[in-house]
């Protein structure tokens, strides 16, 4: 089983239930991990990451963690420094249209989000309530790359979303779908050498029903193309995400392993 992991916890994208499964997995196999100095839940968040946020860390005698989960805006060569270099590294996505509908409700105090009645209404004219040199702006938009520790304001070329797409399958060995989340379940036991009863787990910090909201197909595609990085990320990885199940599990034995864990949490 591989022991020493990276994982990139993206906003709003089932993370917290991930996290979960890490915490379990290390509290059983008596690993290390990487905890924010001072207490907390964040490694310094929205800053970059540094490996002197890490309790315990010192650049003059440097320790390795096996696992690094909290959420923090990645940055990998100060990550290595406090994982061993064998650490595989991977992230969870989440679709953006649904992604931003859970960020305004859960950001609402947001300085983005403060003065309008609905996310329809911010994006009729969002760079009316869009200020990017605010502190908390990165909420409202393109939430996914900024964790991945890009610019969210940045261009939208072709070529620059290939040379972030590049960089971040450079970096990261594999990447989930949370819409898809028992099929991804099953492809992360696979690539870290767990068995299945590892990744069974029970949804936290999910939203009631009753506070969703449903978006008119026209501020669908205005938030696709607010969030036009995060939509390329997302729908390039979902590719990715496929492809992998297919070379390393197969439809068939994905669907009896699905079968298998639901019936696991179901017991």
Known sequence: ?????????????????????????????????????????????????MAKFVQGFSPRSPRRFNILCHHMRFLQPEVQKVVPSSAVYFSILRNPVQLMESSFTYYKGASAFSQVRSLEEFLSQPHRHYDPARGDSHYARNLITFDFGFSPDGDVSPERVQLMLKAIEASFDFVLISEYFDESMVLLKEMLCWDLDSVVSFPLNTRDSSTKSTLTDSAVEKLKAWNRLDWEIYTHFNRTFWGRIERDIGRERLRREVAALRARRAE
């Open 1 to 49: 089983p591989k022991t020493d992991i990276v994982f990139l916890k993206v906003h709003k994208s089932a993370s917290s239930t991930v996290m979960n499964i890490l915490f379990r997995f290390g509290e059983t196999h008596n690993l290390t991990f990487a905890f924010p100095q001072g207490g907390g839940f964040q490694l310094y968040y929205p800053h970059h990451f």
